[in-house]
């Protein structure tokens, strides 16, 4: 019914003696686990180098903090990594090979979902929901001090330098419209093992009147 983040986040970091994608080639690829975002990444990024699953070895190494450290090692040498952990990999000088957000600027990432059954049953509350995540999504992207402030509370991040790299990094990809695109759903349906992906549309999977109903009544105009 809506989405927040609709790209790829994070940047693609290499070994400091991989100088280009086509270095990767029988290299090893970091990832949290098989099926992860982490691993939809490795996948689009290989794509978009011209590569394939085949030329490399993606092996499950577990968070970003354990991935960072895999690749300080040698244990991998291209893993993908966000903030705070990607301004560590900046500081120390790893090479970043491309950012998700180019490599995947559709790709459902973060979004309110319900089933066709609760809209039909809790029509309102379902909209009232929707209204108040455009009106929060404003004020979080308007508002950098106040956004921080939340992150750390909600987050629990006690550093405030890590609230701050997150806000600066995801403010600016997050929807300021809540619009899913097609493309974002339909990368996954491209992906999917189940038999009724290839008769599925992405249209099958949205309602967005709730959101065409918003928009409207002006909940994005104050923006």
Do not use: C
């Not at 893993?79 to 180019?102: F, M, N, Q, W």
């Not at 990432?109 to 999504?137: H, M, N, Q, Y």
């Not at 991040?157 to 600066?168: F, P, R, S, V």
């Amino acid at each position: 019914i809506g989405v927040t983040l609709g790209k790829l986040s994070g940047n693609v970091y290499a070994a400091k003696d991989i100088k280009s994608p086509e270095d990767l080639k029988g290299k090893k690829w970091a990832i949290s686990s098989f099926g992860s975002e982490a691993h939809a990444a490795s996948l689009a990024a290989l794509k978009y180098f011209g590569l394939s699953d085949k030329e490399v070895t993606i092996v499950q190494v577990g968070n970003q903090g354990n991935r960072f450290a895999a690749l300080e090692s040698g244990q991998v040498q291209v893993t993908t990594l966000l903030p705070p952990v990607s301004a560590r990999a900046d500081a120390a000088g790893y090479p970043k090979l491309g950012e998700l957000p180019v490599i995947a600027p559709n790709f459902l990432s973060v979004g309110p979902g319900t089933s066709t059954k609760t809209i039909s049953e809790r029509r309102d509350v379902v909209k009232a929901f929707l209204a108040a995540l455009a009106e929060a999504t404003a004020a979080y992207k308007k508002d950098r001090g106040g956004a921080i402030e939340v992150l750390q509370k909600q987050l629990k991040i006690a550093d405030i330098k890590n609230a701050e790299l997150a806000w600066d990094y995801y403010s600016p990809l997050n929807s300021s419209d809540l619009r899913p695109t097609s493309e974002s759903l339909q990368y996954f349906l491209d992906r999917s093992e189940d038999a009724k992906a290839k008769t599925t549309k992405p249209e099958d999977l949205m309602d967005l009147s709730l959101l065409d109903e918003i928009t409207k009544e002006g909940a994005f105009k104050a923006e």
